[in-house]
């Protein structure tokens, strides 16, 4: 709990907090948007060796992941310490163990594990109904069809929480994120189908 | 033993953290703390600030360390309110 606090107040003296958010909806829509291309593409390849369909989507999520990490973390670093130097400049001293310090150091790695985590979350969890099917259980939906629609629902649900921030209808921006969705699907299926 | 019971001080703080958080964290180093903030100047990516601490008995280091902790630096102690009390035999 006093980590979390911590956290937060660190997000809050660099005023972060906006930042964070973005990554989290901007990097776990990448993901989603990621596998559910993966997972069309293997539908209309009409593959049907699951354990290959789940390594390449693995391999995909976890490579989210790792670029989200290193990206963000290479960048927000810089940032942080150029926010760091103004600020030891106007004050004429050196922060460097003060609050501000501590947060030129783990905001950068706190906004890093946001931003390769989320994609990773959200590609792992679409990627359920797969690892289900593969061990045997049986789904009401074919597994590749189950995982599209949990894709479309974490889309729906990222678009919800956009709506919820920005203060506009939750149910309308919920479905402006699923159309999108449903725009690539069908771009995918309009080039890759044939 | 002389106990510190109120001291106003001249301090130049970063924007961050607001005057909110900057005089809880002051309030939160005793139990009986009362931390009245002043905004004086503001600059760009400053502001000076007077700060007022009332308390029985304020431990100024703690509350030093405290200021330096959050990046902003302690100009001048501008008032002190000392008291002596009778050493406990």
């Known amino acids: 709990?006093?980590?979390?606090?911590?956290?937060k107040f660190l997000l809050n003296i660099t005023r972060t907090n906006d930042i964070l958010r973005r990554y989290l909806v901007v990097n776990g829509f990448d993901g989603a948007l990621?596998?559910?291309?993966?997972?069309i593409g293997f539908l209309v390849s009409q593959a049907d060796d699951l354990h290959i369909i789940i390594n390449a989507c693995l391999g995909a999520a976890i490579a989210l992941g790792m670029s989200g990490v290193s990206s963000a973390y290479i960048s927000e670093l810089a940032e942080r310490r150029r926010a760091l130097g103004k600020l030891e400049a106007a004050m004429i001293s050196d922060l460097k163990d003060t609050a501000h310090g501590e947060a030129a150091r783990g905001v950068p790695l706190l906004i890093a594990l946001v931003n390769g985590l989320a994609?990773?979350?959200i590609s792992l969890l679409i990627l359920i109904p797969l690892l289900?099917?593969?061990v045997g259980v049986i789904l009401p939906l074919p597994?590749?069809?189950a995982a599209i629609v949990v894709a479309l629902i974490l889309i729906f649900f990222l678009g919800v929480f956009l709506g919820r921030i920005s203060g506009v209808s939750w149910l309308r921006s919920g479905i402006q994120t699923?159309?999108?969705?449903?725009?690539t699907a069908a771009l995918i299926y309009l080039f890759a189908g044939n | 033993m002389v106990l510190v019971k109120r001291v106003v001080l001249d301090v130049l703080k970063p924007h961050q953290p607001n005057a909110l958080e900057f005089t809880r964290a002051i309030a939160e180093v005793g139990s009986d703390y009362r931390v009245r903030l002043t905004v004086l100047e503001v600059d760009e990516n400053t502001e000076t600030i007077q700060v007022v601490v009332e308390s029985e008995a304020i431990d100024f280091p703690a509350v030093e360390s405290t200021i330096g902790n959050m990046g902003a630096s302690l100009h001048s102690i501008d008032e002190v309110e000392v008291q002596s009390e009778p050493e406990a035999s």
């Open chain 1, 1 to 7: 709990m006093k980590l979390l606090e911590q956290a």
């Open chain 1, 34 to 39: 990621t596998m559910l291309g993966l997972i």
């Open chain 1, 119 to 121: 994609p990773l979350v």
């Open chain 1, 132 to 134: 289900l099917s593969n």
């Open chain 1, 143 to 145: 597994p590749l069809y």
């Open chain 1, 178 to 183: 699923m159309l999108v969705a449903v725009i």
